[in-house]
Structure formats: structure tokens, C-alpha cells
DNA sequence: CACCAGGGTGGTT
DNA sequence: AACCACCATGGT
């Protein structure tokens, strides 16, 4: 099959560097992973804002905040309840913790699992929170990866993400380049591929078809 | 009006 | 393990 850093030089030449995670500090990256989670990032902004103009964009003061202010806050980011209520238990554990700087230090794997095991934090938040908040060299596998690889596959069987993991990470280590792909991925699916089954429109089609192909005759 | 957005959780088969 | 309803607001 086709190489995901072809892949990563198409997506780059057609979309340009997307220069992900936009935020001005680390624990603002957390926030804006969990408010992202179904939801149009322009919703988020505003959201964003308004914790900054309350000065409440912080894990020490965001822990002893009343729910009922994050919610007013996080509104327009839909699902405000659940939210509101998981960016306290967020900002208790990083208080807890001992702060960012403390969670720098453990192993990619012992920090991934304690983000998992926060409520609202699945597989691919916590993988971006590890991408863009801590550096690490972590595949973050989403819905627009899922399709991407498959129609790169040229069938209809979808890859486990173990799989996507090995095929991403074989041509692609580095944690500005993995950090790129995702938003690449993201930028791509937004652009192109939204609806299934067919993304007639994509400028990748014929290349992708001619690249798999040569490989896969 | 229907459908979707940078998912995750809990319950049911 | 696979599937499902649900969370809720804003934009097209």
C-alpha cells in the first residue's frame, strides 16, 4: 500500500501547514481538546475567550470555579453540562498532579492512561492532549483518518487502529510531523471528504487511485 | 427542515 | 465485541 508519507507530502502540498495547536498556553491545549469533541472549533473559540476574559483559563482557579460559571462559559460549545463538569475534574487532577511541569516527567504510556482515565477523556483526546500539550510522538487517530486509509485502501474492510498506529508511525515519527498529519487529516476531511462514500472532489483522488494502484497492481 | 461539527459514556444485545 | 441513544448548541 501506499506510504503515509506520500500521503503526508500530498495532503501538505494541496492544504499548506495548518500549524496546529492553536492556544497561547499548555493547559489552554486540554481545555480545547475536551470543548472540541463534536463540535465546530469556532464554538470553542468564543468559549475560550470568554474563560479569558474571566481569567478562569488556569487549572488552579478553573478547580475551585462554580460548575454553574463554567457553564455559562462553555455554553455554545453543545454538551455544556457534561463539559463544564469535566473541565473541573480536568483542572482538579492537573492541580493534583502537581501541575504540567510535574506530568512532563512520566513515561508517554503512564500519562496516557491517567488522561483515560479522566471522565471525557477517550482514545483520541488523550492522544491529542499527549500530540500537542506534552510533545510526545503520538498518533492521534480520528474518523477522518479511518476514511482517509480506507479509500487509500481501496476497499471497504476498516483497518484497526493498532494498524493505522503502524502504518502512520513506520514512515512517520517525529512529533512536528505527526503534529502536522493530524491537522492535515483534519483539514483534508473538512475540505473534501466529508460525506461517504465517494469524495469525488478531492484533488487527491487521482493520485491516491494511481499511487495505490502502482503499489498494488 | 435535516444534517453535521477536530468524541465519550453508559446501557443493551 | 458490536451496536445504540444520548449529550446540546450553532452553523449551513
Known sequence: VIECNRVYDALLAEHGRQQWWPADERFEILVGALLVQRT????VETAIVELKRRELLDAAILACTPVAVIEECVRRTGFFRAKASRLTKLARFVVAMGGLAALDAMPTATLRRLLLDLDGIGPETADAILLYAFDRPVVVVDTYLRRLARRLAGGDSELADTELRAWVGESIGETPALSELHALVVAHGKAFC????LCNECPM???CRSAVSVSDP
Not at 465546530?40 to 464554538?43: F, G, L
Not at 466529508?194 to 462514500?197: D, H, S
Open 205 to 207: 483522488q487521482a493520485s
Open 194 to 197: 466529508r460525506k461517504e462514500p
Open 40 to 43: 465546530a472549533w469556532r464554538n
